[in-house]
């Protein structure tokens, strides 16, 4: 069966580190998306790419990057880690253009900067 | 600013119908209503979206106002695993901002034995 997988599920880090979150999907949605959450908030976009080689600012990008090499993946780097960056980051694909359509979250990973 | 209007919680027993209000008196013509829900520490999850009419599927039933300005989330009959947070999202059809959701706070609904 196609899923949306991410990797790793939980993770520890030390401030100033880099970090890249992995994402994958294997049903050819053009559309990915990151999402931090926090405790007191709904999710917030950080990035998102409409396909391969484009990538767009979300509501609270400042310190996250992405790149869109292929369909299936959309990395996260955190350039150098934040404590403000502890949270459970979640990626999410769709497949069309518009509004009707539903997107399909991965099953998040937790993120610890120390 | 806020979309949607949510009661932060809700209960509801266990084998009844749990109807979830959405307050969303701002909507424009172009906009979705869309219902996600998330589960204890999992991704949110899909259930319904509609534009005007009312929308039924396996999982819930959507109805909206005729004027658009509000609308109910029911679960007919609803066991301990719909326990979660449900969110009311309003989505533009089309155009650039049409891939993105925009969540809030959502209602956390607890579902009682």
């Known amino acids: 069966d196609a899923e949306i997988t991410q990797s790793p599920r939980h993770k520890i880090t030390e401030t100033g580190r880099q970090v890249t979150l992995a994402c994958h999907q294997t049903?050819?949605?053009?559309?990915m998306f990151w999402y931090r959450q926090d405790l007191g908030h709904g999710l917030r976009l950080i990035h998102y790419?409409?396909?391969?080689?484009?990538?767009n600012k979300g509501e609270v990008s400042d310190g996250y990057s992405v790149s869109r090499s292929n369909t299936e993946d959309l990395p996260l780097t955190l350039e150098s880690a934040a404590s403000s960056q502890t949270s459970v980051y979640f990626c999410?694909?769709?497949?069309?253009?518009?509004?009707?359509?539903?997107?399909?979250f991965g099953p998040g990973t937790r993120l610890t900067v120390l | 600013d806020a979309k949607t209007t949510q009661p932060p919680s809700m209960d509801c027993a266990e084998g009844r119908a749990a109807n979830l209000p959405c307050n969303h008196s701002t909507i424009s013509g172009n906009e979705y209503v869309y219902w996600y829900r998330q589960i204890h520490s999992q991704g949110p999850q899909y259930i319904i979206h509609g534009l005007k009419n009312n929308e039924t599927n396996e999982m819930a039933s959507l109805i909206i106002t005729e004027d658009r300005k509000s609308s109910t989330l029911i679960l007919p009959h609803a066991t301990l695993r719909d326990t979660a947070v449900y969110y009311c999202?309003?989505?533009?059809?089309?155009?650039?901002?049409?891939?993105?959701?925009?969540f809030g706070k959502g209602t956390k609904l607890s579902v009682i034995p």
């Open positions: 999202i309003v989505r533009v059809f089309g155009g650039a901002g049409s891939y993105q959701l925009t």
């Open positions: 999410a694909s769709s497949l069309l253009a518009g509004g009707n359509n539903e997107q399909f």
């Open positions: 790419s409409y396909g391969v080689q484009d990538t």
């Open positions: 049903w050819n949605h053009n559309n």
